[in-house]
């Protein structure tokens, strides 16, 4: 089960945290840039609006100068005026024209200023009619109040629809300010609550990436911890196995030293007794009765078999001494060499039957098999011995195999054991060493020996001279 | 003049038994015995024990056991190699080793011969027999 105390689901718990900062904070940059930009955008619509009234309040002046120019004729007939009012007629169309272009998306004012013209236009006609009939009557001032009276009506219309079109303006102004004011508002809070939600996640992944951190910096000095004990482990392994090297080098060359005399000291007195038997029984053959002759010829006999015996020890301690050099080797060669000593026996040998060992020692090796099967086939009517290699679990195996006496199975245990003995010494005779001597010389190339025999149906010793193919 | 045999031999039993074989080999011999590596190499340079030696008795052949006290059959063989006067004297080495390192070292100190001490007396009556005739009156001596 996943918790937080894991490893993984506190690192993606810290990771969605930073996301969502990181979201977090593109959101309110964002809102921010738009409502910066309505902002700009509700600058320019007040800018908009003052721009209106300001044309408006031309607007007025232009009228009032039409005003004071009508009434500075009126009073002094001075064709002057005519030009002023001329000049403010201008100012008066061009105002409305430019309203029109402001409020064009305004279709309030744009009736508005749809209706302004014909009211300026009919206060113009009335002053046109006014200055028309003073040029040509001269000045009457009974009919100067009525077309004054008519202009004043006139100019208050006028002056209604001015200040509709600027209250429409103050009005539109007013709104536009408020939203400025709110949407200000609303952006410092967003920005305020954002940046604080953001700032406030973001400082959490910081406090709990800096806890990861600490926590892997424990973690990585406990490994190296760790890792300078092995390796001080393994210094005092190899420390100890070089130790254990040399003790073993040191006891094998003991013991070597130790055979070696054993084997020579041994054969010394042994030479002894032997030799000075037989020298009785050569000097002092007229003198010695038969069975003195018959004790001297035991000695003898005991002294053979004792030298054989240190012999094929001392060639069984060699095995385990001697370089090993791998060549290729003809086996039924060397087979047949050893069973060329041998009396009449059937060889039964394959067409083909090479390994790769050491000459001396597979010399030695197939001897004592060899010798072995025609010691059990001493009795057998037509004794008969086989060699050659099968498969075996992808293995090459090589066998010899004879028709001989053959073993229990149940004594296996001592067949390949220095002196261990299936048979009695006077059944068949030997050193008693000779499988232990194959087994010895299979192991130095890394092989293995083993046997397979039945009491009276013969046996098959198999063997590899190499180490099993991993 | 008989030709001298120097028989180096610290085992007494090894010792008769030579002997025996030598006196039965036919071959007329004075034999000269020493029991271990430094009286031999005494006797041959006329030193220690064997100072007072008669010069002229110089040894036709050595025949040399290995497995000697104090100095053993190999020392003994690499020194009378390495003097002038003993350099070229024949040497068999008879021993009872049938080690081939024995055998490879023997030649290499410049032994003339390896001979094995056989348990059968009558193979080691045959061995001494041949070594008596060949070195003693076949062999021309330096």
Same mark, same amino acid.
């Given at each position: 089960m996943r918790t937080a105390h894991d490893p993984g689901m506190r690192g993606r718990l810290d990771a969605l945290g930073a996301w969502i900062a990181i979201v977090m904070v593109a959101v309110v940059l964002g809102l921010g840039i738009q409502s910066t930009i309505a902002l700009v955008d509700n600058t320019g619509w007040i800018d908009h609006t003052h721009r209106v009234i300001e044309v408006i309040d031309d607007f007025e002046i232009h009228v009032s100068r039409i005003v004071a120019a009508r009434r500075g004729f009126a009073l002094?007939?001075?064709?002057a005026q005519s030009a002023k009012y001329k000049q403010s007629e201008l100012g008066c169309a061009l105002a409305i024209l430019e309203l029109r272009i402001l409020t064009v998306d305004n279709p309030a004012q744009q009736r508005r200023l749809n209706e302004l013209a014909p009211a300026l236009a009919s206060y113009i006609t009335r002053w046109n009619a006014a200055f028309e009939y003073r040029q040509a009557h001269g000045f009457d001032a009974g009919r100067e109040a009525v077309e004054v009276r008519y202009g004043t009506n006139a100019f208050a219309d006028l002056s209604l629809r001015i200040d509709e079109l600027t209250a429409e303006e103050k009005r539109l102004l007013a709104t536009r300010e408020l939203r400025t004011t709110h949407s200000l508002t609303q952006t410092r809070i967003l920005e305020a609550v954002g940046a604080g939600f953001g700032l406030g996640l973001l400082a959490i992944v910081v406090i709990r990436l800096r806890r990861e951190i600490r926590r892997r910096e424990r973690s990585e000095s406990a490994l190296q911890a760790s890792e300078v004990a092995v390796t001080q482990l393994n210094q005092e392994l190899e420390r100890r196995i070089d130790e254990r090297t040399a003790q073993l080098k040191l006891s094998n060359d003991e013991l070597e030293a130790f055979s070696y005399s054993l084997i020579h000291d041994l054969r010394a007195p042994l030479r002894g007794m032997g030799s000075f038997a037989a020298v009785l029984l050569d000097e002092q053959r007229d003198t010695l009765d038969d069975g003195a002759k018959d004790s001297l010829g035991e000695i003898q006999h005991n002294a053979r078999k004792m030298a054989a015996l240190i012999d094929a020890l001392d060639a069984m301690s060699r095995i385990t001494r001697c370089e090993l050099a791998r060549v290729d080797i003809d086996l039924n060669e060397v087979i047949g060499a050893s069973t060329a000593? *041998?009396?009449?026996v059937d060889v039964v040998l394959q067409a083909e039957l090479r390994a790769v060992a050491d000459r001396a020692l597979v010399r030695s090796l197939i001897d004592i098999l060899v010798d072995n099967s025609y010691k059990f086939t001493r009795d057998a009517p037509s004794p008969r011995i086989e060699a050659g290699d099968l498969q075996l679990d992808g293995e090459r195996v090589l066998f010899i195999r004879d028709n001989g006496a053959g073993f229990d199975?149940?004594?296996?245990?001592? *067949?390949?054991?220095?002196?261990?003995? *299936?048979?009695?010494i006077t059944e068949f005779p030997g050193t008693g060493i000779g499988l232990a001597t194959a087994r010895r010389i299979v192991q130095r190339h890394g092989g293995r020996i083993w046997a397979d025999g039945h009491v009276g149906l013969g046996a098959t010793f198999y063997f590899t001279l190499a180490a099993r193919p991993k | 003049v008989t030709k001298l045999v120097l028989l180096v031999e610290d085992n007494a039993t090894d010792e008769k038994l030579a002997v025996r074989a030598l006196a039965r080999s036919g071959v007329a011999h004075s034999l000269v015995i020493v029991r271990d590596g430094a009286e031999a190499l005494d006797y041959l340079f006329a030193?220690?024990?064997?100072? $007072? &030696?008669?010069?002229?008795?110089?040894?036709?052949?050595v025949l040399l056991? %290995? $497995? %000697?006290? &104090?100095?053993?059959g190999l020392e003994v063989l690499r020194r009378i190699r390495a003097d002038h006067r003993t350099k070229h004297l024949p040497v068999v080495v008879l021993t009872a080793s049938r080690r081939v390192e024995d055998i490879e070292k023997c030649y290499a100190l410049g032994g003339n011969a390896f001979v094995r001490k056989s348990v059968e007396f009558q193979d080691f009556l045959e061995a001494m027999k041949t070594i008596a005739l060949f070195w003693l009156s076949l062999n021309e001596a330096p």
């Open positions: 002094t007939g001075d064709m000593k *041998l009396g009449v199975m149940a004594h296996y245990d001592k *067949l390949f054991s220095p002196f261990g003995r *299936l048979h009695t | 030193t220690g024990t064997h100072a $007072q &030696r008669d010069n002229a008795l110089v040894p036709a052949v056991d %290995l $497995q %000697l006290p &104090r100095i053993d």
